[in-house]
């Protein structure tokens, strides 16, 4: 864990100017279309790259709502910038002016002392906190899955990684005063579809949940600037380890309940097998769901790319990132013997169990030909990934080894 307190003056300050330089204005919609296309890739062809306000170029894959990709360059190294942080909505239009002068964080429901915080009130009366983690919608890769599922076909870059710095979620709670029987925390954002029949995004967890991770937090900063508005200024909720459909954007509102959160968000949406895997036979309809919840053990080959054409007898360096739902990676190992054999990796800087750890290898083709090189990370309870994929109807969690094909000439 890298949580680690703000200095209580001069970051104090610091975030405060941060805040007041921020406009909480983006305009709506694309106002660039790269005609380059995302690449080799089978997944992404044919795909544009778009730059949205305070984005780099980006993947297209929906604009209502805006699904926007991280190309896989962005994560050669372990923190994602923000303006290459991929962007996920359920519904449209997300919000594109938020008056910050005018914007509360409210804590009610089922407690003693009702909340209503500005953002001055948030940071000056809060200790405020950091970590740096992963955060991954739960569709990553869904189009790899096969047989191919229903949903938004990502690549591998529905993710991302930063530094999130906000208030904790239990000292919020703490000071409005959880009433005795106390079930639930639901979580409500300023993002609201344009159509009725839509349901608006919410997400709960259990009070237990909460207690056992109090890393959670209301962040209000990412890599050290305000959240971008289409990653949720000026507040999410930040879930480290957990995927991120409980990351709530624009958050608003926080209400502790003493009942089950009926949402078609928890109830009917997000929800996987209910089996140690969380899969089923392809094709086949799981008999109970639960909801999706910690991420699993991943690794991705950054370099070499996929296609390259190496040298027979000349030392090749294999880098790419691991990480997991929070126990932090131990070991990452590869093979270019379609896994007869694995040999270990030097890990890079630890950032902290939340973060992706860059990790290099070399490897030396002895021959000509072609080679699948292939990546597995193992995290420190044991957790590894699977030969075979586990498939689910949803195309959730993916975490399969995967491949890069080389040629050695």
């Not at 429901?109 to 992963?134: C, K, N, W, Y």
């Not at 000071?175 to 995004?201: C, M, N, R, S, T």
């Not at 030969?387 to 080389?406: C, D, Q, T």
């Amino acid at each position: 864990m890298s949580s680690q307190p703000f200095s209580p003056a001069f970051n104090r300050r610091h975030f405060l100017s941060l805040i007041g330089a921020a406009t909480g204005v983006v305009k709506a919609g694309v106002f660039d279309v790269a005609r380059a296309q995302a690449g080799e890739d089978p997944v992404l062809a044919g795909r544009p790259l778009v730059r949205y306000p305070e984005k780099a170029g980006l993947i297209l894959l929906t604009s209502r709502p805006p699904q926007l990709e991280t190309p896989m360059s962005y994560f050669e190294r372990a923190i994602t910038p923000n303006e290459a942080f991929y962007v996920r909505y359920h519904t449209f239009p997300p919000p594109t002016r938020i008056d910050l002068a005018a914007w509360r964080l409210r804590v009610e429901g089922f407690v003693e002392h009702p909340l209503e915080l500005s953002m001055d009130e948030l940071v000056r009366q809060f200790p405020l906190t950091s970590f740096i983690a992963v955060n991954q919608c739960s569709g990553n890769s869904r189009g790899r899955m096969s047989p191919r599922v229903f949903g938004g076909q990502w690549g591998d870059g529905a993710m991302g990684n930063a530094e999130w710095r906000g208030v904790r979620l239990t000292d919020l709670l703490r000071a409005a005063g959880v009433k005795d029987g106390a079930v639930e925390v639901a979580f409500q954002g300023l993002d609201e579809p344009a159509a009725p029949a839509i349901p608006q995004f919410a997400k709960s967890l259990t009070l237990n949940q909460v207690k056992e991770n109090p890393d959670i937090l209301v962040a209000l900063e990412m890599n050290g600037q305000p959240l971008p508005m289409l990653n949720g200024f000026p507040a999410r909720l930040a879930v480290p380890g957990w995927f991120a459909t409980y990351w709530v954007k624009h958050l608003a509102k926080i209400t502790v309940l003493d009942h089950e959160f009926d949402s078609f968000w928890m109830q009917k949406a997000y929800r996987i097998p209910a089996s140690p895997c969380g899969c089923v036979e392809p094709g086949a309809s799981p008999a109970r769901t639960v909801p999706i919840n910690r991420m699993k053990v991943r690794s991705f080959i950054l370099s070499p790319k996929e296609g390259a054409r190496v040298s027979v007898g000349h030392p090749v360096i294999v880098k790419g990132i691991a990480f997991d739902g929070g126990y932090g990676i131990a070991e990452v190992e590869i093979s270019a013997d379609e896994g007869s054999s694995w040999r270990r990796a030097a890990l890079g800087k630890d950032l902290g169990n939340y973060s992706f750890r860059e990790w290099s290898a070399q490897w030396t083709p002895a021959r000509r030909g072609n080679f699948s090189l292939m990546a597995r990370a193992i995290n420190r309870v044991g957790e590894s990934q699977p030969f075979e994929l586990a498939w689910n109807p949803s195309g959730y969690m993916r975490n399969v080894i995967e491949k890069i094909h080389v040629s050695a000439l």
